[in-house]
């Protein structure tokens, strides 16, 4: 962020990452969704590439909802014209936007009904004493309530055991994500885990 480098890789991994969804909406799943963070600075950054990624969207994808941008807090708390618009395009050509970290920064209710956000994610710091703090709870499933009455679905980060997956879960939460699930893969390691789990489902059914 500081050298701008990101405004290039950020470009670049965007590009492949539309690229790649494409790919497994055909092999693996039609419904294949993959979430792109998005720094502060790609926002601010007038010369940036990022401008143009819209214009990507559909010839690369050909489908909505294929890529959601993952933006913090900190960005609606500062949001400029420029940063609104930009939102508003995004969404306009079915690119969706989560929130990222969610509960950790200074937090404004107000931008949830500003700004048209489709997910909120839990920060893994309320989920890693999940079991044993019955404080950390209480602020789980309060997101998970508040989300869900404003039509945002909730994912939760930084999920490593079962017994969080089944609190979360028996809370309300839409989603999960963490080394209880997998951890980073390649893509072709992602491609044999999926298949894997399909397998595995069909001969459970």
């Not at 959601?68 to 079915?94: D, F, H, M, N, P």
């Not at 789980?140 to 989300?147: Q, T, Y």
Request: charged content about 25%.
């Amino acid at each position: 962020e500081d050298t701008r480098l990101i405004n290039e890789n950020g470009h670049r991994v965007f590009i492949e990452s539309v690229k790649q969804c494409k790919a497994w909406r055909k092999t693996l799943d039609a419904r294949f969704q993959v979430a792109v963070n998005k720094s502060a600075v790609q926002f601010v950054n007038a010369d940036s590439k990022h401008a143009t990624w819209t214009q990507h969207l559909p010839s690369a994808s050909g489908e909505s909802n294929a890529v959601v941008v993952e933006i913090t807090e900190s960005l609606l708390l500062e949001a400029s014209e420029q940063v609104t618009e930009r939102l508003r395009e995004y969404r306009s050509q079915g690119i969706q936007i989560a929130l990222d970290d969610f509960g950790t920064g200074y937090s404004s209710l107000s931008y949830l009904r500003t700004f048209e956000i489709d997910y909120l994610k839990i920060d893994r710091s309320f989920v890693a004493n999940l079991a044993d703090c019955a404080a950390d709870k209480v602020l789980c499933k309060s997101i998970i309530e508040m989300a869900h009455s404003l039509d945002i679905q909730v994912i939760a980060e930084g999920i490593e055991t079962k017994e969080q997956q089944d609190i979360l879960f028996e809370a309300g939460c839409d989603y999960g994500q963490g080394y209880y699930f997998a951890k980073p893969l390649s893509p072709q390691d992602l491609e044999a885990y999926v298949e894997s789990k399909v397998k595995a489902e069909s001969l459970i059914g």
